[in-house]
């Protein structure tokens, strides 16, 4: 009984991130159908050829926002209190009100600046509602739950816009289906005004999670997540194109963007499991290579029933590669709490998302071609990634407890040479222990140095600063 | 340092809007097509597969460069009750490659056209393609009949196909 209200109380595997449950859910349904109103747009009517330029010209844009604001209104919104939630509430609501716009301008010119301001909102809603998670979740092990279950409620939701779209879509027309779509984000958006005003306090030092966010895996793992995040903005274009210019009716184009929503719902129960076999950076890798095979095998023969597998395996490795590198973050950067730094993460994946986008509509690319160009370049990625993962493994063997005390000495030689000689020496003395716990050293050596350790620390004299660093340079190499 | 802000937007404003005599060449296009492709989709108009719903439209465009996006836009607008207007960019998207001749798909008519050449008349080859083998090609000559209005000269002259027998 316990446990089931315990179950109620965390829907999304915490509490605290319940009000996210509602926001999330009518802004899938929303999304869902806003994509299935472009099915009767003028997007389908005009020649891709034509359209390019406009597609261009706004994709760029979308850039702009991210690439210019982002930095710049990230720690503002960081220390205004309730300013994360007002980004997602401005995000949600500022969709309804275009899409009310858009409604009826589906087949007008209009329809490329409005579209792509509901996508910027849609990249903006993402940005700020990943960064607002940390900030909601108490435990920092639910993280990827909620991330995990929030990414399960998206798809569901998408599956019931579906089907509400299809029924008014033969019922009216797609401007009803925008309009629904429309009163979707708006209860997404009343839904949002229910989220806890927060305000971060800062747990750790500025340092400590700029240190964390900049870590060699959070790095990798970005890279290898922004690849996959390309692979899907380059698929959308060039797939939709690819469709669109093979003569398949809208009907297919919407199966395939449906796959693709099947396939994140199934990569968030798969994620899970493969999390207990694999580490993390390894999914990351597979994730990668798994979608450079299939966008292999759909360029062998490309037509709808290839298309639809393919989106499946880009919706698939898409999701179980975000609740990897959720992982990683979760792990590598547990003091990293704040919107900026997650934020900072986010938009390199948004803007990776647009390059992908961008490389689509500029080389237009025929359909086996540019699926082959996209395997070749996951391909290189996971290639690289493997080679990585090869390197730190023979480094890690390599790297055991003899080695601790040159480890540790190279440190304080480095910490030295960037100014902060008091850290240094006491890292130093740390290699000197480290040393006499694997070698033998001279006993009035060590307690010399430990002598003239204390003395540093005393008066931060940089001539017995010196001498320390000297000493144990002396001691650690010649006996350790 | 106001005052000059001020005067740069305003100087931009006159320098971004047309001139009031200026004519959109797109305007001129449109209408011409307009004209000419009412003309063939009246002459035998094609049944929906959904007796609620629209026929397709296929259009191609016979200049590599194609027709400019607001002529496009322009034209789907105007067929949007009648036709659902498709501008293709590969031939495939009108045809059924997998049945023999080729045919163009059920329930849709496939029209393509030509440049317009002249200027106070104005000469434009239209194509209407049944299958590989069955394609009517005319010319059509129109004349300015008031602003933005134009109507046709005479009887469509019967034509070698020609923008249709060369593979997309």
Known sequence: MRKRAEAARSVLGDAAANPLLPVQAFHSIGEGLFALSLVG??????????????????????????????????????????????????????????????????????????????????????VSRNALIPSLVEDRDHLVVVNSHLARVGAIAGIVAASIGIGILQLASA???????????????????????????????????????????????????????????????????????????????????????????????????????YDQQTIITGAVLLLAIVAILAALRFHGSTAFGFALALGFTGSIGRRAFDGVVQ??????????????????????????????????????????????????????????????????????????????????????????????????????????LVADLPPHELEKLRERGREAARENDPEVEDEVLQLAHQLVTEFA | MGRWLVVTIAALLLVSCPAETEEDPNERITAIYLTVLNDVVTDSPVEPEDPEGVATLFIEAFDPEGLPLEVQVEIVADFVDRYDVRFIDDRVEATDIET?????????????????????????????????????????????????????????????????????
């Open chain 2, 100 to 168: 023999p001749g080729t045919p163009v798909r059920p329930f849709s008519v496939f029209v393509g056209v030509g440049p317009i050449a002249g200027d106070d008349t104005a000469d434009v080859r239209v194509e209407r393609y049944f299958t590989d083998n069955d394609i009517d090609a005319y010319r059509y000559t129109l004349t300015e009949a008031s602003e933005a209005s134009w109507s046709i000269v005479g009887t469509p002259e019967a034509i070698e196909p020609e923008g249709f027998a060369v593979s997309s």
């Open chain 1, 331 to 436: 792990t590598e950067a547990p003091h990293a709490k704040r919107g900026r730094a997650y934020a900072g993460l986010e938009t390199r994946l948004e803007l990776a998302w647009v390059a992908g986008a961008l490389t689509a509509v500029i080389a237009r690319a025929n359909d086996w071609l540019g699926l082959v160009a996209l395997a070749v370049a996951l391909g290189g990625l996971a290639f690289e990634r493997v080679k990585a993962s090869i390197d730190a493994s023979r480094v890690e063997a390599k790297v055991g407890v003899d080695t601790l005390p040159l480890r540790l000495l190279e440190t304080a030689e480095a910490v030295a040479a960037r100014g902060d000689r008091q850290q240094a020496v006491l890292v130093a003395l740390a290699a000197a222990d480290a040393a006499a």
């Open chain 1, 41 to 126: 747009s003028l997007f389908f009517n005009v020649s891709v050829d034509a359209a390019r330029p406009k597609i261009l010209l706004y994709l760029a844009l979308t850039m702009a926002p991210f690439a210019i604001l982002a930095p710049l209104i990230g720690p503002v919104i960081d220390t205004l209190k309730g300013g994360q939630r007002a980004v997602l509430l401005i995000s949600v609501g500022g969709r309804a009100i275009v899409a009310l716009l858009l409604a009826t301008q589906l087949k007008t010119l209009l329809l490329y600046p409005q579209a792509f301001v509901i996508v910027v909102l849609a990249k903006v809603y993402v």
């Open chain 1, 175 to 277: 401007t009803w289906v925008l309009r629904a779509g429309a009163v979707a984000y708006a209860l997404g958006a009343l839904a949002a005004l229910r989220i806890p005003p927060h305000h971060v306090e800062d747990p750790v030092s500025e340092v400590v999670e700029s240190t964390e966010m900049h870590g060699p895996g959070i790095h990798a793992a970005t890279v290898g997540m922004a690849g996959l995040r390309a692979a899907t903005g380059f698929a959308f274009f060039h797939v939709g194109f690819s469709l669109k210019t093979s003569g398949h009716p809208a009907w297919v184009i919407g199966a395939v963007a449906a796959a693709a929503a099947l396939g994140a719902f199934a990569g968030t129960f798969a994620a899970p499991r493969l999390r207990k076999l």
